[in-house]
């Protein structure tokens, strides 16, 4: 089984990347939060990921992440009866993993349905078998991953819906110009939250 990979990037896509490790392409599926990471590397960037093996009868599938939060929860999902890895990885793209294990910890099943493909029994589901496990791994995530100022960051947002923006879309371009420019002030962070979500 391949649980890491490190090499250089010859294809990104919101989807999947192709990664060269020594002469041999890796296609790998990313979620949006990875996608972030990698875009901001370029092709050719040098890149490691933390990689789930998924092996069906008729396909071995490969998936990458960023940070061991994504691995963990991508692999707590797809142990839910009804969750396999590809709504695992639309869940993660559809969601910060930090707000998805709030989420599932708090038992909000209406915030979960937000996510496409995830539907009321799904998201019950989710909540019935991962909020404990939830609730330990949000502890474990460390302290300044709640830092951002919040306020602004809804402010951003909806800033953004306002302008005609999907609210999913601007919640996850303003999480990832965050991570980037976390110290940027606010006219900055919509300039560049709009150059992101001109590029999706």
Do not use: C
């Amino acid at each position: 089984m391949i649980g890491w990979l490190r090499g250089a990037l010859r294809r990104i896509t919101p989807e999947r990347i192709l990664l060269d490790v020594a002469g041999v392409g890796y296609s790998v599926r990313v979620p949006l939060s990875t996608y972030y990471e990698l875009e901001r590397l370029g092709e050719g960037g040098i890149a490691e990921l933390l990689v789930h093996t998924h092996v069906r009868d008729d396909a071995i599938e490969l998936f990458g992440f960023s940070t061991e939060a994504e691995k963990t929860l991508f692999e707590r999902l797809i142990a839910v009866s009804g969750i396999g890895p590809r709504l695992a990885q639309v869940i993660l793209s559809g969601m910060a993993p930090a707000d998805a294990l709030q989420a599932l910890a708090a038992g909000d099943v209406a915030k979960l349905t937000r996510i496409p493909g995830v539907g009321k029994k799904t998201a019950e589901r989710m909540v019935v078998e991962l909020r404990d496990v939830a609730t330990a791994l949000a502890r474990a995530q460390p302290a300044a991953a709640a830092a951002a100022p919040a306020s602004e960051d809804q402010d951003l947002v909806q800033a953004l819906v306002n302008l005609g923006y999907r609210p999913g879309d601007a919640e996850r371009a303003v999480e990832a110009v965050r991570r980037e420019s976390p110290d940027a002030p606010f006219r900055e962070l919509l300039r560049l939250s709009l150059r992101r979500l001109s590029r999706m």
